[in-house]
């Protein structure tokens, strides 16, 4: 609110005079009063104030100056009409929310009450006011503190005919980083690999975890790839064993194999193993049967150096992997259990047999959903279980594996869709010419084993790259991509 007068402090009198510099009082001035000493802003003329001018200056619905802002005014009406001028903002349908109407105004008010009770949420630090949409990080608008300490909202004009740009994968931009989208749960749910999207919920309800934006709740979702690719008869019976509670203290082992498709690396064998308390899952591919004992031993000391505890008990079934002398003999040697199950029941060993279910229910329905060569099993299988232990786990009441095992919170603003279309730079020193294109295309399948950053298929080559400097077209899959080829 904003004053139009000033005070008459150190103003001519009509005889000319100034009050004494030691008068700080204000003596009002009676309408009465000879007035052909004042001087309208509006035209310059004389004898009256702006307020009754005949000719009253045209008032305009831009901003105003940084002077018009400086002062006092008293409200003259409130309604839940749109701001003076709508055009100002993007999104005129929240505009609408939170505006409030003062005749005879030239500033749009924004009103902070209306703000609140529209369920939004304002934060304000360092000079800088941001409106964000409920439980998201999506910033519907923001405002800097001027030294009146009003806050002027930032952006530029739009007009009501013009459209606001979305992201193509159903994402709205809320900043200059990538990251800071309100994503589709149609594409969360693709983005972890097709995991059940109920789940999606108490992600986003989870303090431990950062950078999940959903633009609305989950309640029902349907998924034709899902559909197709996780048909069962019947449910597994409910495990109603006791889950221990340090970690280590018992895994669930399990290998799947021989696949009838070898993978890109050759891969035909799978070996999936389950932390019992934590629900942490590791998947191995590897070539042939023999090497399961060294990709065991691998997995023993790294996990008891990542997590700080020893390995006591593991639960198999009876293979003749498990079985074998020489793995029994090192068993024996550090001290541990061996509980296998009864033969022909592999339902007594159902956490191993539940993990190796959920990830290739998330294979088939990613190769269902964007047409991928079924020689990237492997690759997929891994990151499917990479995804799984970043979502909520039924048995644990929807904790998250990943936060039990290496006790941190989670950050899920680096996930991208597996399949979609990515762009890979190419390093100056093999670009070969400013002339050359500066990057491949290829698809993204994973995430960097031991660094920050993605596995992308080259189709070219049909070789895996690990990279951080990539560029992403998630609307855009695999089977795009092989049709265009088609017909071209």
């Known amino acids: 609110m904003y004053s139009g007068s000033k005070s008459r402090k150190n103003q001519k009198t009509p005889e000319g005079n ?116 409920k439980n998201t990080r999506q910033c519907l608008m923001h405002a800097k503190r001027e030294d009146n300490n009003l806050y002027r909202v930032l952006g530029k004009v739009i007009t009501e005919n013009q459209v606001v740009w979305e992201n193509p994968a159903g994402s709205k931009p809320t900043g200059r980083r990538v990251e800071n989208y309100t994503v589709s749960i149609d594409m969360w749910h693709k983005r972890f690999g097709h995991m059940y999207a109920r789940g999606l919920n108490e992600l986003a309800k989870n303090a431990q975890v950062k950078g999940l934006d959903l633009d609305s709740t989950v309640k029902d979702f349907s998924c034709e790839p899902c559909n197709l690719a996780k048909s069962t008869r019947a449910n597994y019976p409910k495990d109603n064993e006791k889950v221990v509670k340090e970690p280590l203290a018992l895994v669930h082992m399990d290998l799947w194999g021989p696949c009838r498709v070898k993978s890109l690396g050759k891969a035909s064998y799978l070996l999936c193993i389950v932390d019992d308390a934590t629900r942490y899952a590791w998947a191995f591919p590897f070539q042939a049967r023999m090497l399961f004992f060294g990709v065991f031993k691998t997995f023993h000391s790294r996990a008891e150096r990542l997590s700080g505890f020893k390995l006591k008990a593991i639960r198999t079934d009876r293979g003749g992997e498990f079985t074998a002398g020489e793995f029994e003999k090192y068993l024996r040697q550090y001290g541990i259990e061996i509980q296998r199950t009864n033969a022909y029941s592999p339902q007594m060993n159902g956490t191993a047999e539940r993990i190796n279910r959920t990830i290739f229910d998330g294979v088939r329905a990613m190769l269902a959903d964007t047409d991928l060569p079924q020689e990237l099993w492997a690759e997929l299988s891994v990151t499917l279980t990479y995804l799984k232990n970043r979502y909520p786990h039924a048995r644990l009441k929807q904790e998250i594996p990943y936060v039990n095992w290496r006790k941190r919170h989670l950050s899920l603003r680096h996930l991208r869709r597996p399949g979609c279309v990515a762009y890979v730079n190419i390093p100056k020193q093999k670009q070969g010419g400013k002339l050359n294109v500066r990057a491949w295309k290829g698809i993204m399948v994973g995430y960097a084993f031991r660094t920050r950053g993605y596995r992308i298929w080259n189709p070219e080559t049909n070789e895996v790259a690990e990279t951080k400097h990539v560029k992403f077209q998630e609307d855009q899959e695999w089977k795009d991509w092989s049709k265009a080829s088609d017909e071209s």
């Open 18 to 133: 100034v009050p004494a510099s030691g008068d700080t009082s204000e003596t009002p001035i009676k309408e009465s009063d000879d007035k052909s000493w004042l001087t309208c802003y509006n035209y310059r003329g004389t004898g009256h104030y702006a307020r009754n001018c005949p000719s009253p200056r045209v008032q305009r619905g831009g901003m105003p100056s940084r002077g018009q802002s400086r002062g006092r005014r008293p409200r003259q009406g409130r309604g839940q009409s749109p701001t003076a001028n709508p055009a100002l903002y993007a999104n005129q349908s929240h505009v609408y929310w939170m505006s409030t109407n003062v005749k005879d105004f030239k500033r749009n008010l924004i009103s902070m009450g209306r703000i609140d009770r529209a369920n939004y949420h304002m934060h304000i630090y360092h000079g800088m006011m941001k409106v964000y949409f």
